[in-house]
């Protein structure tokens, strides 16, 4: 693996540039139009114009990103997360024109990316999973048999969904139907798959998922879990590592339920195997696999000290996790806050624009991974996260206390981010405290907010 051809933009790319370099490994960016200005650009040996604005023109494109690999003489391709990380057809098609993939086998991505398939795989392996439907449905009369059959409330999720697209709580049996269709025409719209299935639906739950790696030679490691319940409309707004909640007992029988399934389908890269815990119950249920690198990465490498997206470039190199020295006991805490361009006192309405200032905390214990910068104009076409800010501290307590400080710190200027949206949440007893679910941010602290803040 001597060239890779970065199939990305923003913060993971440039992340994806730089882990390059440090390995010898020499890079072939891509940018569409508007994205002339990213630093990834810079970073990579040489970049290349995708096309225009439109994804499907662009970072979609997947014609075009092979012909680029193949005039470039790339022989691998890093799909960093979203866009085509989780497509099976581009991992295959990569294979089929000689390129490595950085990621998980074809049949791995399909697999697990078939919430339906991936729920009956892991039931065959053991796994606990949430009561539902054995099917995926695409028409609302026949999933209504199902759904009377589990009982309500029901989660109605997309099979090839994930990002909370095209999922649906429904109460009871009377807005079945006109919810089936709502998230039937979003998960067509978003993924060209509209199938549904059904999952009970537990009130007061909180997301856990743990970080695994594979390799070629049946190697499977875990790096611990990671919890991720602040969240809003199921997108993620702030993860840490460990959780505070979870007990030792609870927390390895996690993790090696996390191993039994990436290992029983032969898993190769990063991925992260996703739970429930409910907290009543002291149980936890596996809702689905993502075959790529998470957003929320960073913490696990704090508390590890580890870089997952270098240990992917070894592990699709050949390289065997056996051989390698990584580190057994995770150290401290860490957390994660999401920095995107939206005014969450509007809806969380997206803000495009020029940054106008740009100038992130310097501290020990203190990192942000971003592609912005002073004078970078933030396009209206992509993903609205234009960092991430991580702080590690010697416990909980310390991690917050070095975020309160973090955050006061950080000047972003020019557009409406999620900065004060964080500062809010440090000053709340309930997010200090670990007391969240994943519904804690719409029906708590957002209405508490409403009110005048405070108690």
Avoid at 161 to 190: D, Y
Avoid at 257 to 283: C, D, K, M, Q, S
Avoid at 361 to 375: I, K, L, M, N
Avoid at 402 to 416: D, M, N, P, Q, S
């Amino acid at each position: 693996m001597q060239h890779v051809l970065i199939a990305n933009r923003g913060e993971i790319a440039l992340r994806a540039a730089r882990v390059c370099r440090q390995l010898g490994i020499k890079t072939t960016a891509v940018h569409s139009r508007p994205d002339g200005n990213l630093p990834h650009l810079w970073a990579a040996d040489q970049a290349v114009c995708i096309g225009p604005a439109p994804s499907q023109q662009s970072y979609l494109n997947v014609p075009a990103l092979l012909h680029v690999a193949r005039n470039e003489g790339c022989d691998a391709i890093y799909p960093g997360y979203g866009f085509l990380a989780e497509n099976a057809e581009f991992a295959e098609r990569c294979i089929a024109g000689g390129f490595a993939f950085i990621g998980p086998r074809p049949e791995a991505i399909r697999m697990m990316g078939d919430k339906s398939r991936a729920r009956e795989t892991a039931v065959e392996l053991g796994l606990p999973v949430v009561p539902g439907s054995e099917a995926a449905y695409e028409d609302a009369a026949t999933a209504e048999e199902a759904a009377r059959q589990i009982g309500f409330p029901l989660l109605l999720k997309a099979r090839s969904g994930g990002g909370g697209r095209g999922m649906r709580v429904c109460p009871e049996a009377s807005a079945f139907s006109g919810l089936f269709g709502q998230a039937h025409s979003e998960a067509a719209a978003a993924f060209s798959d509209g199938a549904i299935y059904l999952e009970r639906f537990f009130d007061k739950v909180r997301h856990v998922e743990v970080q695994i790696v594979g390799d070629r030679h049946g190697n499977v490691r875990h790096f611990g879990e990671r919890d991720c319940s602040v969240q809003r409309r199921h997108q993620k707004l702030v993860e840490e590592a460990p959780s505070p909640v979870l007990d030792a007992e609870t927390r390895g029988r996690l993790h090696e339920t996390a191993v039994t399934l990436a290992r029983g389908i032969g898993y190769e890269g990063a991925g992260t195997v996703e739970f429930i815990y409910v907290p009543e119950e002291n149980h936890f249920y596996f809702i689905e696999m993502n075959t790529r690198i998470q957003v929320e990465h960073p913490v696990s490498e704090e508390i590890y000290g580890l870089d997952l997206i270098a240990l992917q470039m070894r592990v699709a190199r050949g390289e065997s996790l056996a051989e390698m020295s990584l580190p057994q006991t995770p150290k401290g805490h860490a957390i994660e806050f999401r920095i995107n361009a939206e005014d969450w006192r509007r809806n969380f309405q997206p803000s495009p624009g020029t940054i106008s200032a740009w100038a992130p905390p310097v501290r020990q214990g203190v990192r942000t991974d971003s592609q912005a910068y002073e004078a970078y104009r933030i396009p209206p076409y992509y993903d609205s996260m234009i960092g991430k800010l991580i702080v590690h501290g010697a416990d909980r307590d310390a991690a917050l206390a070095l975020a309160e400080k973090a955050l006061a710190e950080f000047t972003c200027e020019g557009v409406a981010t999620t900065l004060d949206l964080h500062r809010q949440f440090l000053k709340d007893p309930d997010f200090r405290s670990g007391a969240v679910d994943t519904r804690w941010v719409e029906n708590v602290f957002l209405p508490r907010m409403a009110e005048g803040g405070g108690r």
